[in-house]
C-alpha cells in the first residue's frame, strides 16, 4: 500500500504524527484483516519504533484492537461508534430537514436544529424566518445548553452524573439577566421540561429573543436532536409562546415518528 503512505504530504500546517496515524487507520481499512507491526511499517514506509508507538496509541483508545493471540491489529471499536455518531446526525437531518420548512412556513419563525457534541448545544439545520428581525445562529455555531431551549430539552433526560460533570467542567456562564447559573434552579428547570415535554428560553441566552424547544427522539425513545422556533419577544408574547410550544412538539414528534419512534401509550 505504497500510495497510503504518499498522504504523507509535506506540508507546515500537518502534524507528521497525527498523518502517519490516519496512514496506519487508512492502511488497516484497506487491506480488511489483521496486519503484523512489520508488516504496517513496511507498508507505510516506516520505523517499527515510531509505528510501534503510535498502534499502542490506537489501541489504549480504542481506535485500533490488537489481537491477544497474534498480537496484529485490526481496526477498533471506536472508529464503529464514531462513524455511527456521524451518520445518525446525518440521518436526524435528512429526515428533519422538510419538517423544518414546513414548520417555518406554518409559523413564519426561525426554525432550528440541533444535538448535544461535547457538552455543547451544535446547530445541524436552520431555517430562517422572512420576517424582518435575524437570528444571529448558523449551522455549524455552537452554544452553551443551559441558557437555551435546545439545550434545556438536550440536557434534560442525561443521567445526573453527566450532568453535572458537564455544570463542573463548562460552568454555567451568564449571557444575560435571564440566564441560570444556579445548578439547583437548572436541576429544578430540566425537571418541569421532562414533566411539560418542552422547553423556553426567556431571552436566557440573548436579550429580546424567545425560543420554544421540544425533544427528537429515536427509535430506542433516546433524545437525540431537538427542535426549536425562536423568535423576538415582542412576538413570541407568553400567549404565542404556549400556542408554538404545542405545534413544536407536534412536530419534534412527527420527525421522532420518521426516526422509527413510536410513543408508548398511557
Request: charged fraction near 25%; include cysteine.
Amino acid at each position: 500500500m505504497r500510495e497510503v503512505a504518499r498522504k504523507e504530504l509535506e506540508s507546515a500546517n500537518h502534524i507528521q504524527s497525527v498523518v502517519k496515524a490516519i496512514n496506519i487507520l487508512e492502511l488497516l481499512a484497506a487491506k480488511g484483516r489483521e496486519l503484523s507491526l512489520s508488516e504496517i511499517a513496511r507498508d507505510l514506509e516506516q520505523a517499527k519504533s515510531t509505528v510501534h508507538g503510535i498502534l499502542s496509541t490506537l489501541r489504549d483508545y480504542g481506535y485500533v484492537r490488537q489481537s491477544s493471540h497474534t498480537g496484529k491489529y485490526t481496526l477498533g471499536i471506536r472508529l464503529f461508534e464514531i462513524g455511527n455518531k456521524v451518520t445518525a446526525i446525518a440521518d436526524v437531518r435528512t429526515v428533519a430537514s422538510p419538517y423544518l420548512i414546513k414548520l417555518g412556513n406554518e409559523v413564519g419563525e426561525t426554525v432550528q436544529l440541533a444535538i448535544l457534541d461535547q457538552g455543547e448545544v451544535l446547530y445541524i439545520d436552520k431555517k430562517e424566518s422572512q420576517q424582518s428581525i435575524y437570528i444571529a445562529t448558523k449551522i455549524g455555531s455552537r452554544l452553551a445548553p443551559h441558557c437555551s431551549g435546545l439545550g434545556k430539552v438536550l440536557l434534560s433526560e442525561l443521567p445526573v452524573q453527566s450532568r453535572r460533570q458537564l455544570i463542573s467542567e463548562k460552568g454555567l456562564v451568564r449571557l444575560t439577566k435571564n440566564t441560570i447559573t444556579d445548578p439547583d434552579k437548572l436541576e429544578q428547570e430540566l425537571a418541569r421540561v421532562r414533566e411539560q415535554g418542552y422547553a423556553i428560553d426567556n431571552e436566557e441566552s440573548m436579550n429580546n429573543l424567545r425560543c420554544v424547544a421540544a425533544p427528537i427522539r429515536d427509535h430506542e425513545g433516546k433524545i437525540i436532536a431537538a427542535l426549536s422556533v425562536s423568535g423576538p419577544v415582542f412576538r413570541l408574547t407568553d400567549s404565542r409562546v404556549m400556542e408554538l410550544a404545542e405545534v413544536v412538539v407536534d412536530y419534534a414528534l412527527q420527525i421522532s415518528s420518521a426516526l422509527g419512534y413510536r410513543a408508548q401509550s398511557v
